[in-house]
């Protein structure tokens, strides 16, 4: 049964529900009860027949839940013609299966999508000219032109004398990695730099990035089940609904008295409640930004203990900035960084582009560079303002400056020092690094006061680069140079330690976001590949969106909790009366409505949860607004 069949299936069956009710309870007003009991039981026979292939399905796979209870209460209503309460029994159910699949019902996305990264087609150099192939036609040994901005489709070498790579969706490398004449790329790694040729050493079905894919499908694959929080309650209510109801018929002869006990126990509250408190907590997560793929999700979100952190795009900003600006003549910082970010601007290096991008937000007015000549992966040189300006690595400014010492700053792991040369002399270095997000430190605080127990780092990246980046965090473990079904592995071994929730941007992080109890992706420029295995999507590009999407859920789940205890309360005491013949089967339904009520009015204090505030609830927009942080 497909998810759209299984959808499709739940409205029909509530639409049919209230259909029977309602002409049934026309007709009794009416005068004519007895084709009221018609339209009542033609309501109730739809339902009742899908709940047992579901009961007969999932007994199958050793699952006992509330859909026994049900599908008892109605069985026993019609059987002893109790119409009426069998069909408001049957409204009930269909209702509660169709919130529950609405909540759902986000969660899905085709895994086909994940492909959509990779072009379709590769632009294929034989015999001198250039033809778009499709990727299925390309075969080991082909010669493929990679032009600027494309995404390597298969794998293969460089052929040309180097080539400028963007790895960190694969690697988790955020600095660009240059490559030179024979030197393996891997598919999915984006071109930085000029156009370049490349053999192919593999087909596309069995690339990198191809590989990654089926990964991913085998990590949802052996994920662990998340049980729904209803049917954990569900094997206790059932035993007690069966005892009270035998005894009932056993003591008093009267048969009507168990279908009322049966009507009463209709597990509404747990079928109803839960859903419409998740459902609610699900808006409310969106609110702040954090879309959750379904009640699932949310549920798992609230137990998690454990927390695995990609580095590059997540613990950090994934765009390479201004570190320091270090002085090697007379000029100040400020015009070294004039000079450099003017000169860049003729440059589509994604580092001459961050440091543009830096001089622009400090308000610095670049003029057009002049002369410009450009060697691709090395640097670039040109006229500012009538003086002859070099900018690049060091050893490239210092052949263009004829020194023998480049005389470089000395970079920290994980940085890229940017030379200045100004008129023939050396002018001074511009240092970059993948710098650490904003309140990262605050954030895991936050976490730990959450409940998160233990936090590890997961990256592709060098070990050096992930101890300098992680100094002084509060962070249990730093696991590093890890290929992405490494990723996985930690994902699995961490699990004896509790929930796992795994946080990652690139397409190396997809298969470790589906093993993961929660996966959550960085929505807003992480890969599609990630947004799609995850549980979890942050919509706006802060981490920090974590803290309320955490506490929503744990508030949410709370109050589905106390949703369920209050109103199953309420239906054993209402079971009891019935029991002594204090309720027949219509009143216990009427009663059983009123119960329904109320929790539905609790589960939807959801809606009005303020994550920073411990979980409070109000009622003003206002202090919802102050809620965001």
């Not at 009742?48 to 009961?55: K, P």
């Not at 796992?500 to 993961?516: E, H, K, R, T």
Request: some cysteine; charged content about 20%.
């Amino acid at each position: 049964m497909t998810p759209l069949f299984h959808d499709r299936l739940n409205v029909a069956l509530l639409g049919l529900a209230l259909l029977g009710l309602v002409t049934g309870l026309v007709l009794w007003l009416v005068g004519r009860v007895d084709l009221a009991g018609i339209a009542w039981t033609a309501g109730v026979v739809p339902v009742l027949l899908a709940l047992c292939v579901e009961i007969v399905r999932s007994l199958a796979q050793g699952e006992v839940g509330l859909d026994i209870v049900a599908a008892l209460s109605m069985s026993a209503a019609l059987l002893f013609g109790e119409t009426l309460a069998a069909a408001v029994v049957a409204l009930m159910y269909s209702g509660g299966t169709f919130l529950e699949s609405f909540a759902q019902g986000r969660a899905r996305r085709e895994m086909s999508d994940l492909l959509s990264r990779v072009p379709r087609t590769a632009t294929r150099n034989r015999n001198g000219a250039l033809d778009e192939v499709p990727l299925d036609d390309i075969a080991p040994g082909d010669l493929l032109l990679i032009r600027q901005g494309d995404v390597a489709p298969v794998d293969g070498t460089v052929q040309s004398a180097r080539a400028m790579l963007d790895q960190s969706a694969l690697t988790g490398e955020s600095m660009p990695a240059r490559l030179e004449h024979g030197q393996d790329v891997m598919s999915g790694a984006t071109n930085a730099g000029e156009a370049f040729d490349l053999r192919v050493t593999r087909r596309a079905a069995d690339s990198t990035y191809a590989g990654i894919v089926r990964l991913v499908e085998e990590a949802q694959k052996s994920r662990a089940p998340m049980a729904r929080l209803a049917d954990r309650w569900s094997l206790l209510f059932l035993a007690v609904t069966v005892a009270l109801a035998t005894a009932a018929w056993w003591f008093t002869g009267d048969p009507i008295r168990a279908v009322a006990v049966l009507v009463v126990a209709t597990p509404c509250p747990l079928i109803l409640a839960v859903p419409v408190a998740l459902v609610a907590g699900l808006s409310r997560a969106a609110h702040f930004g954090v879309l959750i793929k379904g009640a699932k999700p949310l549920e798992a979100l609230a137990r998690v203990t454990t927390l695995i952190l990609d580095k590059t795009g997540t613990l950090t900003d994934g765009r390479p900035q201004i570190v320091s600006i270090i002085r090697q003549g007379d000029l100040s910082e400020d015009d070294i960084l004039y000079f450099t970010a003017a000169l860049d601007q003729a440059s589509k290096h994604p580092i001459a582009q961050s440091i543009v991008a830096a001089a622009k937000a400090r308000g610095i007015a670049l003029p057009v560079p002049d002369n410009i000549s450009e060697t691709p992966g090395e640097g670039v040189a040109g006229t500012i303002d009538g003086r002859r300006v070099v900018v690049g690595g060091a050893g490239f400014v210092a052949a263009q400056l004829g020194l023998a010492d480049p005389g470089s700053a000395v970079a920290k792991a994980g940085s890229v020092v940017v030379s200045l040369g100004v008129d023939g002399n050396p002018a001074g270095h511009i240092v970059m690094a993948d710098a650490l997000r904003a309140g990262t430190a605050e954030l895991l605080i936050g976490l730990r006061h959450l409940g998160v127990a233990r936090i590890l780092l997961a990256t592709g990246d060098r070990r050096a680069v992930a101890e300098a980046v992680t100094q002084g965090l509060d962070i249990d473990a730093v696991r590093a140079d890890l290929t992405p079904d490494q990723k996985v592995l930690l994902v699995l071994t961490e699990r004896r330690h509790g929930p796992v929730m795994m946080v990652g941007d690139g397409v190396n992080d997809a298969p470790a976001l589906a093993a993961a109890d929660i996966g959550v992706a960085m929505g807003a420029r992480g890969a599609a590949a990630s947004a799609e295995a995850a549980d979890v999507v942050l919509l706006v590009d802060h981490l920090d969106r974590l803290l309320p999407g955490i506490e929503i859920a744990q508030a949410s789940r709370r109050i589905a909790v106390e949703s369920v205890v209050a109103g199953i309360g309420l239906s054993v005491l209402g079971m009891i009366a019935a029991a002594f013949g204090y309720l027949t089967p219509v009143q216990g339904a009427l009663l059983q409505e009123l119960i329904d009520v109320a929790v539905i009015l609790n589960a939807l204090r959801a809606l009005r949860i303020v994550p920073g505030q411990t979980g409070r609830i109000v009622g003003s927009p206002d202090d919802a607004t102050a809620g965001r942080g």
